[in-house]
């Protein structure tokens, strides 16, 4: 009955062991986390510092916001398998009790030391009693401690304010640039998509819409770009053509008003994708598109009508207007 007891009480010990082992593990996860939340902050912010100031191409900015996400959910990974999954040996956190504790003494790296030898069946069979009794004893000492209370980090709370505060600037920044912010997401999250680089000089056509125009062959578009924000000295039109064996036009646009600037394009033969960009092309506006009209279209026409000789009746001729939405009657 004595060694059942000893036994028991050695096994509820090491169980109580094990459990701080864990907690501390997952305290020392969650505190590593923590850390490592300002240097991704400061990763979003170079990378959007860096697509400010260069105007990174669609390629570079999908590499490297698949490289930050990639980067987040390996170290979430990571982290979760040092907390949750991941053992080890005992003797780590009774150092750890033994330190923060200092009226624990040495009893429970004895105690797992003992264990050992209790559970060595080549060691004598006096050596091993010894070992169980000790294991009793210390068992019986240590009944009550709180070991998991001592796994606590005295160091989460520092670590904590200093990742809530690079969080907050983040935030904070992202709210007070909100036009920034919004530019940069959709640029990141659709980086082949249509959305220019922020810039201070805001461009946009009007005319054509987002819908586009459609132009019937060989007649002219007309072009209308709004500005805003810091004025702009120049605006240029630059025109693709769908066959890429055309090469792009870059013409200059000219002013009417105080934020508009005009163009006519002349003899559309082809589809066409335009933008408005100043000089240094740092300000582009989206891009919108010009359809041409390939089918015929009558516009006008007119009618003879010829009666036979023997009649008498002299001939006569109608116009007819086919404009849209007529139908022509005779």
């Known amino acids: 009955a004595d060694m059942m007891n000893e036994k028991m009480n050695s096994e509820t010990l090491l169980k109580r062991l094990v459990s701080a082992d864990r907690a501390w593990r997952r305290s020392r996860a969650f505190e590593l986390g923590l850390r490592i939340l300002p240097v991704l902050c400061g990763v979003l912010l170079l990378v959007v510092a860096l697509d400010l100031i260069f105007h990174l191409g669609g390629g570079l900015r999908l590499a490297l916001g698949l490289s930050i996400l990639i980067g987040v959910l390996v170290t979430a990974a990571w982290l979760g398998f040092r907390a949750f999954l991941k053992k080890g040996p005992l003797l780590p956190v009774a150092r750890l009790l033994e330190d923060r504790d200092p009226s624990i003494g040495s009893k429970l790296i004895n105690v797992i030391q003992l264990e050992e030898t209790a559970l060595d069946e080549n060691s004598p069979e006096m050596t091993r009693k010894l070992a169980r009794r000790a294991i009793e004893e ?13 796994t606590k980090s005295s160091t989460r709370r520092r670590s904590a304010i200093l990742a809530l505060v690079p969080i907050l600037i983040l935030v ?3 709210i007070g640039f909100s036009s920034i912010t919004r530019t940069e997401w959709l640029r990141f999250v659709d980086p082949f998509g249509d959305h220019p680089a922020f810039s201070f000089t805001r461009l946009e056509i009007m005319d054509p819409t987002e819908e586009g125009a459609r132009v019937i062959y060989r007649e002219s578009a007309f072009v209308e770009v709004a ?6 000295k120049e605006i240029f039109l ?9 090469e792009p036009v870059t013409i200059p646009m ?12 002349e003899s559309v033969e082809g589809n066409l994708t335009i933008r408005a960009h100043n000089q240094a092309r740092r300000a582009l506006s989206p891009a919108r598109e010009i359809a041409v009209i390939l089918n015929p279209e009558i516009e006008d ?3 003879s009508i010829l009666s036979p000789p023997y009649t008498g009746i002299t001939e006569k001729t109608r116009n007819l207007d086919l404009g849209p939405g007529k139908s022509p009657t005779v």
């Open 227 to 232: 500005w805003s924000g810091h004025r702009p």
């Open 254 to 265: 000219f002013p009417q008003g105080e934020d508009r600037y005009v163009q006519e394009i």
């Open 238 to 246: 630059t025109i693709e053509n769908e066959d890429p064996e055309v």
């Open 172 to 174: 904070a920044t992202g």
């Open 301 to 303: 026409a007119s009618v």
């Open 138 to 150: 210390s068992s019986s000492d240590l009944e009550g401690r709180d070991f998991r209370g001592l």
